[in-house]
């Protein structure tokens, strides 16, 4: 099957889950916004993109809410949870697969969007600024489905950068109510701008398209004429790692804090089952 194809079917198949999900969360009386390729299918822009590859459909709850959420869907016949957040490393999300139209679907259902640490971007202002489609599901606004965009490039750089990333913030950014101005305001806060800047900056380059930058990038263009996207297909996915996101993450100091214990932890773990 062509990625076209597949592309095309899950539009189909995960706007079916989507309709059905506000049963759900209507019976729970929890507002939820769809996010990422869910975002496009619930905004009505996912048919303005050629190809776009998607696995699950994205749910974003306001943290409070998910050990509720999480605790509804569980017992649900046709659902199976894959990873409760009290079991994952990201504590801030549950993996459920939900079964509709005799098909077994990926749902995550996050409480934020990732560590702090990482960057920033909290799930309370989302809401605060969100669009009402239904009685309790919203949508981010514009500026917030590109911030949300260009931070999940963030979290997965060392593994890719898909081409269709370009043609999604094109979408995002042609929408009417679309405010370049607001989206730096934000993106000022996340901790991440010199990333944001060399997402922006390759998007230019790859599609001709001028952003209006509010300040001068320099640090961004500079990188994105280094470090072509051609370029960054070739590196190696530590490379990757240490080029564009150890520098850039908001706080390496608690990126170590977080990370050092666990691999501390499981150190000790390994070596403790080696002697027995």
Known sequence: MSEQRHWALKQV??????????????KMQVLYMPIKGAYLIAAGLADRIPCRRIWDVDILVREADLDAVAKYFAPIPGVT??????????????????????????????????FAW????????????????????????????????????????????????????????????????????????????????????????????????TKRPWYGRALARILSYETYLAMPRMVRRLVLEAPVMRSRAGMVAYVFPRMAGKLLSSLHRTRR
């Not at 198949?13 to 209507?26: I, K, M, P, R, T």
């Not at 949870?81 to 996050?110: C, G, M």
């Open 13 to 26: 198949l995960f706007s079916g889950v989507l309709d059905e999900l506000q049963g759900h969360f209507a």
């Open 81 to 114: 949870v894959r990873k409760s957040y009290a079991q994952s490393e990201w504590p801030f999300e549950t993996e459920l697969w939900y079964r509709y139209s005799d098909a077994d679907v990926p749902l995550e259902i996050h409480g934020r969007l990732n």
């Open 118 to 213: 990482r960057f920033l971007l909290p799930t309370d202002m989302l809401f605060a600024n969100g669009k009402q489609i239904t009685s309790h599901m919203l949508v981010p606004r514009a500026e917030h489905a590109l911030l949300i965009l260009t931070c999940h490039c963030f979290v997965h750089i060392a593994f890719e950068l898909p081409e269709s990333v370009f043609d999604e913030i094109g979408v995002i950014a042609g929408q009417p109510d679309f405010s370049w101005e607001r989206f730096f305001d934000d993106a000022a806060k996340t901790g991440i701008m010199p990333f944001v800047y060399w997402v922006l900056c390759l998007y230019e380059i790859r599609t001709g398209n001028r952003v209006p930058f």
